[in-house]
């Protein structure tokens, strides 16, 4: 069964940091593009950052300079680190999986709240 599992999120202060990781299973993760998208209520989902197989990386430009992403493939996992959080950054965050053969996974989503 696939399944893409998110945790890290909560509530921090404005200037904060969180770090959110999704745990994959039930396939190839080492072949699979891995992105977060994030959707605040009444918004449109978003694509925040996105990390290849090879290790290519794209951010939005809303956060670019703050956030990190990686992978650890030994460890079937893909990390978000969010650093100089701001209230805007609020919303619930999704992790993704794109293949090569375009099947496509997402998480359940973990809500990320900034505020003071």
């Known amino acids: 069964q696939v399944q893409l599992v998110e945790s890290g999120g909560g509530l921090v202060q404005p200037g904060g940091s969180l770090r959110l990781s999704c745990a994959a299973s039930g396939f190839t993760f080492g072949n699979y593009i891995m992105s977060w998208y994030r959707q605040a209520p009444r918004k449109e989902r978003e694509l925040v950052a996105r990390?290849?197989?090879?290790?290519?990386?794209n951010y939005g430009d809303s956060v670019k300079g703050r956030f990190t992403i990686s992978r650890d493939n030994a460890k079937n996992t893909v990390y978000l680190q969010m650093n100089s959080l701001k209230p805007e950054d609020t919303a619930v965050y999704y992790c993704n999986a794109v293949g090569i053969s375009t099947d496509e996974y997402w998480g359940q989503g973990t809500q990320v709240t900034v505020s003071s």
């Open positions: 990390i290849s197989s090879a290790g290519t990386i």
